[in-house]
């Protein structure tokens, strides 16, 4: 049964990598959805659920969170901070040069909206909903 579930998940990919309108993941990009890591600043962990090439956000967001070391064309991250850590559920945008990716974590992160985006966690980092690893082949 395994081997028939590694058949069908290959065949998917190959599919999903033959269609036109599918982009690889820029390899500027460091670090993946589900990967934890800690704020080189705060100290908090938290969980990455998506990532943009540069900054998305305007020059007021840009003004209040930097100057960023590398600028604002690095990688930034969508984030999840651990409850843990930040009692009250925040999610924050944040430039790669600020996180370090937590490869070998035992503890999953903590935080209210986990479970519309991950199915579990294995090998140090939170595992995507099935229907989501179909929405982002490169994550995986």
């Known amino acids: 049964d395994h081997a028939f579930a590694v058949l069908r998940i290959c065949r998917e990919r190959i599919a999903q990598v033959q ?8 390899s500027s990009i460091k670090l ?3 990967q934890i890591f800690r ?6 962990r ?3 659920v998506g990532c943009f090439e540069s900054c998305p956000a305007d020059q007021n967001w840009r003004d209040a969170y930097g100057p960023f070391e590398r600028g ?3 990688p930034f991250y969508r984030t999840l901070i651990d409850t843990k850590d930040r009692p009250r559920p925040f999610m924050a945008l944040a430039a790669e040069e600020n996180l370090i ?3 070998e974590e035992s503890v999953p992160v903590e935080h209210p909206l986990m479970g519309e985006l991950f199915s579990g966690f294995e090998h140090g980092r939170h595992v995507l909903r099935e229907e989501l690893q179909a929405k982002y ?3 995986l």
Do not use: A, C, I, R
Not at 39 to 44: E, R, S, V
């Open 19 to 26: 269609d036109p309108d599918w982009t690889p993941k820029s």
């Open 32 to 34: 993946s959805m589900g």
């Open 39 to 44: 704020h080189k600043k705060h100290g908090f």
């Open 46 to 48: 938290g969980v990455v």
């Open 72 to 74: 604002t064309d690095q």
């Open 101 to 103: 990716p937590l490869d």
């Open 137 to 139: 082949p490169d994550e």
